[in-house]
Nanobody, 120 residues
Framework: QVQLVESGGGLVQPGGSLRLSCAAS????????MGWYRQAPGKQRELVAS???????NYADSVKGRFTISRDNAKNTVYLQMNSLKPEDTAVYYC??????????????WGQGTQVTVSS
């Protein structure tokens, strides 16, 4: 059974930075596209960044230029470096393996996510 375990969230002031990590177990990690999603209160979960097996990245317009996704296949881990954080970035962040380009379909059960709160 594949497990996705997110970590690294917390409370940060506007303009601050956080680095999220997602460790995957039980799968051939390196061949799949990985994505970071977020879900704010009262909103649908959205794909904010993805990285293919070859390292090609894609970002939602709302985070472009501020967030950077990366992966370490040797560690079965994907990262999300978040800079210049804004209050509207407040959400629970999840990782998964998107099947389609919009990230509406995913390959794995959702993990518990990690809470990111941007507030002064």
């Amino acid at each position: 059974q594949v497990q996705l375990v997110e970590s690294g969230g917390g409370l940060v002031q506007p303009g601050g930075s956080l680095r999220l990590s997602c460790a995957a177990s039980g799968s051939i990690f390196s061949i799949y596209t990985m994505g970071w999603y977020r879900q704010a209160p009262g909103k649908q979960r959205e794909l904010v960044a993805s990285i293919t097996s070859r390292g090609l990245t894609n970002y939602a317009d709302s985070v472009k230029g501020r967030f950077t996704i990366s992966r370490d296949n040797a560690k079965n881990t994907v990262y999300l470096q978040m800079n210049s954080l804004k209050p509207e970035d407040t959400a629970v962040y999840y990782c998964n393996q998107p099947i389609d380009s919009e990230g509406l379909l995913v390959r794995r059960p959702w993990g518990q996510g990690t809470q990111v709160t941007v507030s002064s």
